[in-house]
């Protein structure tokens, strides 16, 4: 286990910094923050994250992101170190001591240091790491443009749902998109939409929001979540269900959902217009309804 998180700074008071992170109990500057080589973080890739968003300093949806990040946890074998409390009491310090008002707030635990091999440790020391940097809204052109995504194949490994650090796959796979001229890279297994390289993936066909039900093929997204509670809060037409690559490519309105992303529109896919090639009538309706929750979660509302 880590050392419990500090009443203050090292040495007792607040750090005396603009920005902070907090690194194995202590909080200190990026720029000094250090881990060893033997980590299994660097050595394996084992390990877990979480992106959490932070709206005039509320994090958005902290505890679905602590119960997701011990789901993860649970899936490596690995004990959580720290309580939801802790993990409240350092996210927040962080926040504080960040200049931006806006955030996103990684948190990261690896199994730790330990001599390289694939085996467990017999004695874990996870490494916890817990930084902050500002946070951009997207682009109102953007948004409202819409954005160009590519169809690839699913690449990736059986165990999706869990929130690895191992993202080589999705790395090469946003590339690829990049490389296309895309934003994103929808991804698909056996001819069916699991999600995106950063994203998880809603379409509307026939007026019904419709998103791939939850998988091992497929990250359980907090920001999906919040659209299918909204969704199903408004009276919106919605189910979860498998969604064919035939009607991926038919769809009437397909969209992106991450902390980061939000609610972004897809309005060109592999080349061809999305619907009419503009942001759809529905997605308007949800992005109005999620940037309504953002106004709450500003004032103060549970987030």
């Not at 679905?64 to 996210?91: C, G, K, T, V, Y």
């Not at 902050?132 to 409202?144: F, G, K, T």
Request: glycine letters at 10%; aromatic letters at 6%.
């Amino acid at each position: 286990m880590i050392a419990r998180p500090p009443s203050g700074a090292a040495g007792g008071g607040p750090a005396p910094m603009s920005e902070c992170v907090y690194l194995n109990g202590e909080y200190l500057p990026l720029s000094e923050a250090r881990v060893p080589v033997l980590d299994r973080g660097f050595m394996f890739g084992d390990g877990v994250y979480e992106v959490i968003p932070a709206y005039a300093r509320r994090p958005f949806r902290l505890q679905h992101h602590l119960q997701r990040l011990d789901a993860s946890l649970h899936a490596i074998r690995l004990d959580n170190p720290l309580s939801f409390a802790d993990w409240d009491e350092i996210i927040g310090r962080v926040i504080a001591e960040h200049p931006a008002s806006d955030q996103s707030i990684y948190v990261q635990v690896t199994r730790g240091p330990a001599r390289r091999d694939h085996g467990f440790p017999a004695d874990p020391q996870p490494t916890v790491l817990v930084m902050s940097s500002a946070l951009s809204d997207v682009p109102e052109a953007v948004a409202r443009e819409g954005v160009a995504a590519v169809t690839l194949p699913d690449i990736r490994w059986g165990r999706c749902d869990i929130k690895a650090i191992t993202l080589l796959p999705n790395i090469l796979l946003r590339q690829q998109a990049l490389d296309a001229g895309a934003a994103e890279a929808i991804l698909l297994r056996e001819g069916r939409v699991t999600e995106g390289a950063a994203s998880n993936v809603f379409v509307v066909i026939g007026g019904v929001l419709i998103t791939p039900p939850k998988s091992r093929h497929l990250l359980p997204g907090i920001t999906r979540d919040l659209v299918v509670q909204l969704a199903q809060a408004h009276q919106v037409s919605f189910r979860e269900g498998e969604i064919s690559e035939a009607e991926l490519r038919g769809a009437d309105e397909v969209w992106l959902t991450s902390s980061t992303k939000e609610i972004l529109p897809v309005t060109r896919l592999d080349g061809l217009p999305v619907g009419d090639g503009t942001p759809g009538p529905l997605w308007e309706t949800l992005l109005a309804l999620y940037q309504a929750y953002k106004r709450g979660l500003r004032r103060g509302s549970p987030g």
